[in-house]
């Protein structure tokens, strides 16, 4: 394999794109990997200073989050997020984790996420 250019990366539209059926909705969602960006973004907005002083993920901050920036279509904002949260926790985690996969974030960084969390309620969301 050739030794690929600058150029050639930058051009490159990397971003997968796949359709998941969400049975408890009854029909399908469209989503997409997330951007480097928009997974610091989630990840930062999602850590919280827990009492103890240690750093912990808001879980339900990340799914929600996560949920708004890779679902395509329909399309969501953070005005959703509290909606979201309301939903069947097992058709959430089943679109996140399609977003998560695109998205190249490994079962074990979400477990390792999952030990280090908390629930709170969701807020309203600055991810961008």
Avoid: C, H
Avoid at 2 to 16: C, F, H, S, V
């Amino acid at each position: 394999m050739a030794l690929l250019t600058k150029e050639q990366i930058l051009e490159k539209q990397d971003i997968r794109t796949e359709t998941i059926a969400v049975p408890e909705w009854g029909g399908d969602v469209r989503v997409r990997g997330l951007t480097a960006r928009e997974r610091s973004r989630i990840a930062q907005d999602a850590t919280r200073k827990g009492s103890n002083g240690k750093d912990y993920t808001d879980w339900l901050r990340a799914q929600t989050d996560t949920f708004i920036k890779g679902v395509v279509e329909p399309e969501f904002d953070v005005n959703d997020a509290n909606a979201l949260a309301a939903k069947s926790s097992g058709a959430l985690q089943r679109v996140v984790a399609a977003i998560s996969r695109l998205s190249g974030i490994d079962e074990d960084e979400i477990e390792e996420m999952r030990k280090n969390s908390e629930t709170s309620p969701v807020g309203s969301s600055s991810s961008s």
